[in-house]
């Protein structure tokens, strides 16, 4: 197989996961404006959700709501969304990959008021190339509040996936633009919940492994 494309094939896996999983994540450029013209770049992660035919973006909410991630008061708001897209010929996912700007406008928001994710619905890009796509994961394969609290236990083997870099440090794969993952355990007890002052989100699931100095975690 030629090294600059790949088949996005389900194949039997030591880990029980299909090794397409890295396609259907994606990276993400976000520009915040404030009103006098100084603007913040930064970088993250997402994932696409087909629901009954539907396309959704899931991302981290301080990717895209800067008073998360520089405080109630800042004057930044979202300017500019840019979703990096990959090339597919024959369903095969080459190396060629390009960052197509999403048309914020047209494109609706919905958040949490406690959880730190943003789902992105009716996303329409400014221009893409009808070559120029992405992949899905089905929306009956995520993990259900009863899977979370049934069974998902304290010390079981999970895994993230992600872009991760900081101050032009970069990790993940830089010629194919891949995400890398890696293994945590599951530090706290799902079926009750991680309740911590210092973090406003409610019933968490608390997961501990190797952190990346990285702003581009895996929502």
């Not at 895209?64 to 369903?91: S, W």
């Not at 796509?133 to 996936?161: V, W």
């Not at 530090?187 to 190797?210: D, E, H, V």
Request: proline share 6%; hydrophobic share 40%.
């Amino acid at each position: 197989m030629p090294d600059e494309r790949l088949d996005d094939l389900e194949v039997y896996t030591m880990s029980g996961i299909a090794p397409s999983v890295v396609f259907h994540v994606n990276q993400i450029e976000v520009s915040f404006k404030d009103d006098i013209g100084n603007d913040k770049q930064i970088q993250g992660t997402g994932f696409w959700i087909d629901k009954n035919g539907r396309h959704y973006f899931v991302t981290n909410a301080h990717n895209i709501e800067p008073r998360m991630k520089l405080g109630p008061d800042t004057k930044f708001r979202l300017a500019k969304l840019k979703i990096r897209l990959r090339v597919q010929m024959c369903g095969q996912w080459l190396q060629q990959t390009t960052l197509c700007e999403v048309d914020i406008g047209h494109s609706h928001v919905c958040g949490h008021p406690t959880a730190d994710v943003a789902v992105l619905e009716n996303i329409t890009f400014i221009e893409r190339e009808p070559s120029v796509t992405y992949s899905c994961f089905k929306f009956e394969d995520l993990a259900t509040q009863a899977f979370l609290e049934n069974s998902l236990n304290p010390m079981d083997i999970a895994s993230f996936i992600g872009f991760p870099g900081k101050t032009g440090i970069v990790w993940y794969d830089e010629l194919w633009n891949l995400p890398i993952a890696r293994t945590v355990n599951v530090a706290s007890y799902p079926k009750i919940g991680f309740t911590n002052s210092s973090i406003p989100t409610q019933m968490l699931c608390w997961f501990l492994g190797c952190h990346f100095p990285a702003p581009a975690e895996a929502p």
